[in-house]
């Protein structure tokens, strides 16, 4: 079994945790992957406890995400949103009927004490992923965002805000405190690869190397580390990674966000994969230390995700560990 | 306006109370019902607080009850139930979708610090419901019954076990400790009219008449009291209360019902109205020392019911009060 951990966000996350499942499963069998997931920018609503990242992530593997909707569950109805609306809840976190059970479950299970972690793999296990899915940390940390609005919840930005409101600061709250979740730490010491997924190096990627603990993990782990860049020709494959990025004064780039990578982490990098419109980039990011993939890295089926996955997974094998 | 107030359980008593509610408006303009429900056997579900009885009466006044299942809301659907099985959750007790976000909804207003009472008031005003709705107590109380099989939670014996284990005693606890809800004493003292729906006496009308002060107000309020026989030719309209007073050695009729009101709680009714097959045995009830109507009893429509509820109307606003 080829073990390897993928750190993931929402979508873009999900896309390469999906390639690497299936690839991974296709060449020895048993999938030997673990996926460690942003749980920033989790949130509550209606009293219910939502892991948006975990939630995409697992139905992404479970074969259950919806494809055109790029979000949420497929065959999804939305009777109880209806009916909250005519309550007067909020509703612009769009909660679907199928989708609400997850949270209605998670919530219920969590007020019974049992941590986040377990909930999670519970959840996962029933939907028939076979692929391990670990939240960061059973801790509660929470990304809020400096804007001209003030200081706003992710998700509040992200969704009700539509990401209108220029970003100025991010602070990840509660991660100091957090620790990783059981089993995080074991999996990066014991894996072959880690795959950094193409999710947003700042709200997504970050929180989960701010959690004491990981970084370090990562950092002394005998397999070589691997990122796949966020963005493709200066552009975010799916959100407002770009935007966000040109907010804080960064470079909008594949070469920007591995600049970003080297600079914030240094050591943390072994290779780097980029998309072939940005192969005229590849000696910049190998200046910065880093061995390079150019590939096919816009996902747009099932195909393109796997053979991803795969061209990472050949690579990133192969390579040298950091001195 | 003509202040009345009906004393409820589920579907019999939110036949009753739709019936009074739309007899009322059609009599006079605003309706002036108050309804006191039960909430005995609300019961906390996947986290969430469900109030089975006050949702019952919420969704027939507000015209969305589902007429062919019998309980529930009409144009329902079960897709987050489905989910929920899947994820190994209890679904004994069968959630729609829109009914769920009733449950949602309670639940995260309650854990915001509101009362049932005024929660309970928010939920029936969104769904255009003018009569006052009131739990009986703000205070959790809760029904639990002494069977065969050990005691048991009144949905888990009414609605997982299906009501197939004998009740040889009947508990209501917590509710010595309760107080009524923020409303209740006033709308009772400022009443023409008192009715006794035709809900199980014994589990459903029982538990709102054991709060400490509800009684007494009754017996204190200037208006007459009657109660509508939930026992038609020695049958239940709905449900297991023929069954029940059987196993508890009373008598499975409307008689019984008016001897087991007269018995327990003295001087609180004035009236009892039973079903024209029952008229036989109006002299006896009569003998208890009640005023007996004999109407059509058993409410098949919308006509049933607001008949019924113009025949105890125009009955009991007339009686003098007992002594």
Chains 1, 2 share one sequence.
Request: aromatic content about 4%.
């Amino acid at each position: 079994m080829t073990r390897v951990v993928a750190l993931a966000g929402g979508v873009g996350g999900a896309k390469v945790a999906f390639g690497l499942d299936r690839a991974l499963a296709a060449m020895g069998g048993a999938a030997g992957l673990t996926v460690i997931v942003n749980t920033a920018d989790d949130l509550e609503l209606h009293g219910l406890h939502v892991s948006p990242d975990l939630d995409t992530v697992m139905y992404t593997l479970a074969g259950l995400a919806d494809r055109e909707r790029g979000w949420g569950l497929t065959a999804e109805t939305w009777q109880a949103l209806r009916m909250l609306e005519r309550y007067g809840a909020e509703t612009w976190f769009k909660l679907g009927d199928r989708d609400l059970a997850t949270h209605v479950r998670r919530t219920a299970r969590l007020a019974e004490g049992v941590p986040l972690s377990v909930v999670t793999a519970e959840l996962a296990s029933a939907l028939g992923v076979d692929t391990t899915l670990l939240p960061m940390s059973d801790d509660r940390v929470r990304t809020r965002l400096r804007t001209e609005a003030g200081w706003l919840d992710f998700q509040d930005w992200f969704v009700r805000r539509r990401q209108v409101d220029r970003v100025t600061e991010i602070s990840i709250e509660g991660v100091e405190a957090s620790r990783p979740a059981p089993g995080v730490r074991k999996a990066i010491a014991a894996a072959a690869l880690v795959v950094v997924c193409p999710s947003n190096p700042l709200v997504s990627v970050a929180p989960i190397l701010a959690v004491p603990g990981i970084r370090e993990a990562l950092l002394e782990a005998p397999a070589p580390v691997v990122a796949v860049s966020p963005i493709v020709a200066g552009r975010a494959l799916r959100g407002p990674a770009d935007r966000m990025l040109g907010w804080l004064g960064l470079e909008v780039s594949a070469a920007g966000v591995a600049q970003l990578y080297v600079e914030r982490y240094p050591r943390l990098l072994d290779g780097f994969a980029i998309d072939r419109q940005d192969e005229a980039t590849a000696g910049r990011i190998e200046a910065l230390g880093l061995r390079v993939l150019v590939a096919d890295a816009v996902m747009d089926s099932d195909e393109t995700r796997i053979a991803l996955a795969r061209a990472v997974l050949e690579w990133g094998l192969s390579l040298p560990r950091r001195a």
